[in-house]
């Protein structure tokens, strides 16, 4: 059921703390923790705590927080100090998505191509 914990989802066994992660902020409804595959120099991840199967579905059931989820890549990207920054959802195998939990990648410490991929 969507917002419930999936006992086969790796994001919501890290906000259990089933999985280790490193945790770089966490709010009430927000975990950010580094990317174990970094993609550039500052690769940080933004889950909700509750499990949706990808952004369309959080936004769809849960605005405030998508909106959470976004405030908070804001917030890391000031954390860590960077001055430009790309935000990325993955939604769909076909865009990359690996992990069937809603996400946000926040990249940035080098300089991004566009378009991407």
């Known amino acids: 059921m ?3 914990p999936q006992d086969d989802c ?3 066994k890290i906000v259990a703390g089933q999985v280790p992660a490193t945790i770089v902020r966490e709010t009430d409804t927000t975990v950010a923790f580094r990317d174990i595959n970094p993609q550039a120099p500052t690769h940080v991840l933004v889950i909700p705590k509750a499990h949706y199967k990808d952004a369309a579905a959080l ?4 605005p405030e927080l ?3 989820v976004l405030r908070e890549t804001q917030a890391v990207a000031d954390d860590e100090k960077l001055e430009s920054y790309r935000t990325v959802f993955n ?4 865009a990359g998505q690996t992990v069937w939990h809603a996400h946000a990648h926040i ?3 080098r300089g ?4 991407p991929g």
Do not use: I, M, R
């Open 2 to 4: 969507a917002g419930e």
């Open 10 to 12: 790796l994001f919501c």
């Open 59 to 62: 936004a769809a059931a849960a």
């Open 66 to 68: 998508a909106a959470d």
């Open 91 to 94: 939604t769909g195998s076909g």
């Open 107 to 109: 990249l940035g410490g």
């Open 112 to 115: 991004l191509q566009w378009p």
